[in-house]
């Protein structure tokens, strides 16, 4: 009989494990010529993986693969100017490695969401909203649009998140999705989107996805109970939604502290990609993730829920032009710009925008600096037309932009096939429970490599959805 502690003859030999790497960024175990000291890279490329990556030191190298991905971040930043600030913020495309020359050409994406606003990230110099249409209101028109107000916020940054094209930042906060055409279906208001008019927005989208060639839904919102998909109209209606050849991706919801953290429908149905957060702490290695507080399953189905998570905080979206807080970013992003001898000027201009501002004319510069320094941070305000936001809400339209890239490079992909490939190349974070994560975070490079991977090959239909719960 063989001995307990026998070798298993498939565990690799010791001279194998000694011509292995594993990579201490991402932790992937590979060749051990795939290793790049830090003396084969330029200097800003070591600075960068310092920054993004605790506890890395140059003397223990990286993987090529993860070189290659600090490179394309670092040309990004130099384009546009970026590596002489202090880590700003990120943008969402080079934080999940979401490759550039894929864009969502030819894609349709729809969101249902409380409302809108006509950005220009989403129609200049081309406007690719195809329609606008509001489940409360028949009346309401595109030009309502161009009118902000306060149900405005939410659904213009879920959308510009995934496809805006950085207009207001010379392309440099952009979704991975900033070529892909637009539907929007208003489905509710600032002070309340119902369980039933989500579901009048997605049977909206059924009945005109061929009108407008619908691929995607992007579901930032969730219904008002738990419920089985067995019995919930909303559930089924985003079940008949996968039939007729659209994703649905929906965020799984904040409540992660929360008793039973409940998934809401349509996050809870079987075909739907649900979406989970990560704290990706604005850094571009894969290195020190952490769980969002995302809700998760088991759903009352018993089915695991998020499948998939991606960053759900630092996320870069806009501010709704025409509103005071518009006029506060942009006061204290010339003042974060101007020379000490123009502070004062500036703020005597701008007289009513920000109290606290008008009531530090007779400070010195560095305390206004201060001042200024604190207020943008404590708003989040990355310049005068973006701030950085968190919740699963956007973390949802980010995995939906990488789905139409996936559609973009292979556009025979169906819901179920984007789906599984999602999932197949999502890694999981160490350390946390499969219950909060899923199959993991999303790798936007791996999932459009895997779609361009299968072309031509049949569909497996279906494949994996929603697994039961482990017990």
């Not at 989208?205 to 109970?225: K, L, Q």
């Not at 190349?425 to 429970?433: D, H, K, M, W």
Request: aromatic share 6%; glycine share 8%; charged share 20%.
């Amino acid at each position: 009989m063989p001995s307990r502690h026998a070798p298993s003859p498939f565990a690799p030999s010791d001279a194998e494990a000694d011509r292995r790497f594993h990579c201490p960024i991402c932790h992937r175990s590979t060749l051990a010529d795939e290793r790049v000291a830090a003396t084969e890279v330029e200097p800003d490329l070591v600075a960068l993986v310092i920054a993004n990556t605790p506890g890395w030191e140059p003397r223990l190298g990286l993987c090529r693969d993860c070189a290659r991905r600090f490179g394309t971040a670092l040309e990004a930043l130099r384009r546009h100017a970026m590596l002489a600030q202090a880590m700003p913020i990120l943008p969402t495309p080079l934080r999940i490695g979401a490759p550039e020359e894929f864009r969502g050409r030819g894609v349709t994406i729809a969101f249902l969401d409380a409302g809108f606003y006509a950005h220009p990230d989403l129609v200049e110099p081309f406007d690719r909203i195809l329609r606008y249409a509001d489940i409360t209101n028949a009346r309401r028109r595109r030009e309502d649009l161009e009118r902000p107000d306060h149900s405005s916020w939410h659904g213009m940054m879920t959308s510009v998140v995934a496809c805006g094209n950085g207009a207001l930042s010379n392309g440099f906060y952009r979704g991975a999705a900033s070529e892909a055409r637009l539907v929007l279906v208003k489905v509710g208001d600032v002070s309340r989107v119902t369980h039933d008019n989500i579901r009048r927005g997605l049977e909206w989208v059924i009945r005109n996805r061929r009108r407008y060639d619908i691929r995607i839904v992007n579901v930032s919102c969730g219904g008002d109970y738990q419920a089985s998909y067995l019995r919930d109209a909303l559930s089924q209606a985003a079940e008949r939604a996968t039939r007729a050849g659209i994703l649905v991706c929906a965020a799984v919801g904040n409540q992660g502290h929360a008793p039973g953290h409940p998934v809401l429908p349509p996050a809870s149905a079987p075909s739907v990609l649900t979406v989970g957060g990560m704290d990706d702490h604005n850094r571009l290695a894969f290195a020190g993730y952490e769980m969002y507080h995302s809700s998760y399953g088991p759903t009352v189905d018993g089915l695991q829920k998020p499948e998939v998570i991606a960053p759900g905080i630092w996320v870069a979206a806009p501010i709704l032009p025409g509103t005071p807080t518009a006029a506060q970013a942009q006061l204290l992003s010339t003042l974060a710009q101007a020379r000490d001898g123009e502070l004062t000027a500036v703020i005597e201009a701008h007289q009513g925008v920000d109290s606290d501002l008008d009531g530090a004319l007779g400070l010195e510069p560095p305390l206004i600096r201060q001042l200024v320094a604190a207020k943008m941070k404590g708003n989040n305000v990355i310049s005068g037309a973006y701030k950085h936001v968190d919740g699963t809400s956007f973390a949802a339209p980010v995995v939906a932009s990488i789905a139409a890239q996936m559609i973009e490079a292979n556009p025979a992909l169906a819901p179920e096939e984007t789906k599984r490939l999602l999932i197949d190349t999502a890694r999981r974070i160490p350390g946390e429970s499969v219950d909060r994560q899923g199959w993991g975070v999303v790798d936007a490079e791996r999932a459009v490599q895997a779609a361009i991977d299968a072309r031509g090959r049949p569909s497996r239909l279906g494949a994996p959805r929603s697994r039961p719960h482990p017990a």
